[in-house]
């Protein structure tokens, strides 16, 4: 049973900046690509970003690019998010999914509210 948990959401001011976290368990990490994606009130899912397994290849979405990190470290199992430059629209609830193109496995979510 694959569990992923997401932690590090919160309240942040516009300008300010998050790290999300998201640990994986009851399977091989690293033998797979993971990715962000969020919801926010009131709209679908939209991914955000995506890492490949061994973290050679990163991929945004257009509206977090040069704002937004992903990364992993598979010696512990986790991914993070780098949120910088924060805005208003970026308020959502966030979640961590293993795979890219093929999506396994979903977390619970954390929130992320962006407001002064």
């Known amino acids: 049973q694959v569990q992923l948990v997401e932690s590090g959401g919160g309240l942040a001011q516009p300008g300010g900046s998050l790290r999300l976290s998201c640990t994986a368990s009851?399977?091989?990490?690293?033998?797979?690509?993971m990715t962000w994606a969020r919801q926010a009130p009131g709209k679908g899912l939209e991914w955000v970003s995506s890492?490949?397994?061994?973290?050679?290849?990163?991929y945004y979405t257009e509206s977090v690019k040069g704002r937004f990190t992903i990364s992993r470290d598979n010696a512990k199992n986790t991914v993070y998010l780098q949120m910088n430059s924060l805005k208003s629209e970026d308020t959502a609830l966030y979640f961590c999914?293993?795979?890219?193109?093929?999506?396994?496995?979903w977390g619970q979510g954390t929130q992320v509210t962006v407001s002064s």
């Open positions: 890492i490949t397994k061994d973290a050679s290849n990163t």
């Open positions: 999914a293993r795979g890219i193109a093929y999506i396994q496995y």
């Open positions: 009851g399977a091989t990490f690293s033998s797979d690509g």
